[in-house]
Nanobody
Framework: QVQLVESGGGLVQDGGSLRLSCTVSGDISSSYTMGWFRQAPGKVRDFVAAIKWSNGNTYYADSVKGRFAISRDNAKNTLFLQMDRLKPGDTAVYYC?????????????????????WGQGTQVTVSS
């Protein structure tokens, strides 16, 4: 069983920065991909970024490319999302997710239904 706990959300002004953390408990093997998703009120849960745990390859939604950076600390089983140049449109609940994606195929999926484990979410609000 895998448990995910996010932290680091908050209120920030337009153009500001935040760093989200996701502490992972349980057995995350190299077959996993870790991702960040976000969901604004009344909208679907959208892919933000993903990282393949084994090789560190990273992937981003076009809307955050160049502003957000996903990273991990394998020794501490922690996932991060550094968010810079935040915009009001980035306001959402941000979720950490884990997908036991296996080996030899795709490194990641953007559809939230593929992910096996989820955190409780952390609110990010960007004021204009």
């Amino acid at each position: 069983q895998v448990q995910l706990v996010e932290s680091g959300g908050g209120l920030v002004q337009d153009g500001g920065s935040l760093r989200l953390s996701c502490t992972v408990s349980g057995d995350i093997s190299s077959s996993y991909t870790m991702g960040w998703f976000r969901q604004a009120p009344g909208k679907v849960r959208d892919f933000v970024a993903a990282i393949k745990w084994s090789n560190g390859n990273t992937y981003y939604a076009d809307s955050v490319k160049g502003r957000f950076a996903i990273s991990r600390d394998n020794a501490k089983n922690t996932l991060f999302l550094q968010m810079d140049r935040l915009k009001p449109g980035d306001t959402a609940v941000y979720y950490c997710a884990a997908d036991d994606i296996g080996y030899g195929g795709r490194d990641y999926y953007t559809w939230h239904g593929e992910y096996d484990y989820w955190g409780q979410g952390t609110q990010v609000t960007v004021s204009s």
